[in-house]
């Protein structure tokens, strides 16, 4: 079970039509290279939070009819799940590649993080690298950069964090199909792990909710 980067293969998975016959692909092409990094990670995000982490690798398993356009691997502090949870994510959609740290819909902390969030978003908004991006909904590939997010964009999303039921919080990095082809194994180990290092404040707001 080996990582050495993405490939153009990786990404054209996605234009493949049909639930079983795009599962096929994401099994056979995209899965094991998720498998490995959920290894690895699993070990340094250990290490980085202190916490026991495990990887969950996306099985896709409530989809009847439509195929998924993306995939990843999570980790969190939970053999069983990660939804509920804080959590990182590796994974990639056709058109990029995402390494975010998450809080999604599914998640009973939604209300008293999006308290915390924004009693700290001085401190956030400063320790962000403008590079970065935010997204508010899981499920879409669009994203925001944070030198674009304006303080009152950050609150509006910790709020509502706090009072609408679906409202998602997630931050990261989005490396684009163009360049992510190019960059070998140890380009994305570094990206990765400056990624996860930067993204560690935003998993540790949870233990002070």
């Known amino acids: 079970m080996t990582f050495n980067g993405f490939n153009t293969q990786d990404f054209n998975v996605f234009q493949t039509n049909g639930l079983e016959e795009r599962m096929d692909q994401i099994i056979n092409q ?6 490995a990094l959920g290894n690895k990670y699993a070990e340094e995000l250990t290490a980085l939070t202190g916490e026991e982490m495990f990887y969950h690798v996306a099985k896709h398993a409530r989809r009847t009819v439509n195929p ?8 969190a502090p939970n053999k069983r799940g990660y939804k509920m949870l804080p959590h ?11 390494i975010w740290f998450a809080l999604i819909y599914e998640s009973p902390i939604k209300d ?3 308290k ?3 009693k700290k978003i001085n401190k956030i908004k400063k320790s962000i690298p403008n590079d970065f991006v935010w997204s508010d909904d899981h499920m879409k590939p669009e994203s925001y950069t944070h030198r674009e997010v304006k303080k009152e964009r950050l609150e509006e999303m910790a709020i509502r964090l706090s009072t609408v039921k ?8 989005r490396v684009e199909k163009d360049e ?5 194994e140890d380009d994305w180990y570094d990206r990765i792990n400056e990624t996860f290092k930067t993204l560690l404040p935003l998993y540790n707001l949870k233990k002070i909710l």
């Open 116 to 118: 915390v969030f924004l």
């Open 166 to 173: 679906k409202a998602e919080l997630l931050c990261g990095v």
């Open 88 to 98: 990182f994510q590796i994974g990639l959609w056709e058109t990029h590649v995402f």
């Open 180 to 184: 992510a082809v190019k960059m070998s």
């Open 112 to 114: 008293s993080y999006g």
């Open 68 to 75: 998924p356009k993306d995939t990843w691997v999570a980790f």
């Open 30 to 35: 995209i899965r094991p290279k998720l498998e």
